[in-house]
C-alpha cells in the first residue's frame, strides 16, 4: 500500500539553527500539506502546497518557515532559525483527491 | 473559520463497553468530516469520513460515526470496545475540495482488559 514517508523520524537540533524535514508523498498526488502537533497540543495546520506553490498558509508559518518540492519527488520543510517553541511533531500529508488525506508517520523535532 | 470541538479528552473504558466520543464543529458551508486514529508511535490513520449521502457511516474496526447536519455533530460510536483500540482519536473537518483539514484537540481511549 502507498504511503506517505518522512524522515528523519526524529531530529535534535540547537536552537537558532536551520533543520529541513523530508517527506515523500505519494506518487501520484498532487496536494501536499505540513501539520505539526506540540506534545499535549492538537494537530495544527500550517501550510498546503499545490503547483509548486503554497495555496494556503496559518499565522503559524512565517517567514522562518518555507517549502519546497525540489525535485518533483520530496516535499521539505524548512525552519530558518529555530526556537524552542518550535519543538514539536510534524506530520506531512498528500492527496490526490478531496475524500482523504494521508498522513506520513511524522517527525519529532526537539530544539535545545 | 473552522473549528472542531472534542468534549472528552480521556476516556477509560473496560473492554467491551460501549464508546461514544462527541465531536461538534463550526464551519460556514458544506463539510467534509473525518475520524482519525493515532496509535501509540504511528502515524494518524482515516477510521472513517463522511461526504455526502447516507448519514451514518461506517469505517474500519467496528467504528461508525453520524453526521447530525442540526446540531453540527458528528459522534464517533463502537458498540464494543477491545484492548487494542487504545490510542488518541481525532475529529477533523474540511471543506470541499483540497482545502486544509483542521483537527479537534483528541480524545484519548484507554481500554482496560
Known amino acids: 500500500e502507498p504511503e ?25 498526488h498532487l496536494y501536499f500539506y505540513w501539520y505539526r502537533q506540540i506534545l499535549g497540543q492538537k494537530v495544527e495546520f500550517l501550510v498546503s502546497f499545490y503547483n509548486n506553490e503554497i495555496s494556503e498558509k496559518s499565522e503559524i508559518f512565517d517567514d522562518q518557515f518555507s517549502v519546497e518540492r525540489p525535485d518533483g519527488s520530496n516535499f521539505t520543510l524548512k525552519i530558518r532559525s529555530t526556537k524552542l517553541e518550535d519543538s514539536a511533531m510534524y506530520f506531512c500529508a498528500s492527496r490526490d483527491s478531496p475524500t482523504e488525506a494521508f498522513f506520513g508517520q511524522g517527525t519529532r523535532l526537539t530544539v535545545v | ?81 477491545q484492548w487494542s483500540d487504545t490510542a488518541e482519536y481525532f475529529c477533523a473537518v474540511s471543506g470541499r475540495g483540497y482545502q486544509k483539514v483542521t483537527f479537534g484537540t483528541g480524545t484519548k481511549l484507554q481500554v482496560i482488559p
Not at chain 1, 523530508?22 to 501520484?28: E, L
Not at chain 2, 455526502?52 to 453526521?67: M, N, Q, R, T, Y
Open chain 1, 4 to 28: 506517505v514517508t518522512q524522515t528523519p523520524s526524529h531530529q535534535v537540533t540547537q536552537m537558532g539553527q536551520e533543520v529541513i524535514l523530508r517527506c515523500v508523498p505519494i506518487s501520484n
Open chain 2, 1 to 81: 473559520a473552522q473549528s472542531v470541538s472534542q468534549h472528552n479528552h480521556h476516556v477509560i473504558l473496560s473492554e467491551a463497553a460501549s464508546l461514544e466520543l462527541g465531536c461538534n464543529y463550526s464551519y460556514g458551508g458544506t463539510v467534509n468530516l473525518f475520524w482519525y486514529v493515532q496509535y501509540p508511535g504511528q502515524h494518524l490513520q482515516l477510521l472513517l469520513k463522511y461526504f455526502s449521502g447516507d448519514p451514518l457511516v461506517k469505517g474500519i474496526k467496528g467504528f461508525e460515526a453520524e453526521f447530525i447536519k442540526s446540531k453540527f455533530s458528528f459522534n464517533l460510536r463502537k458498540p464494543s470496545v
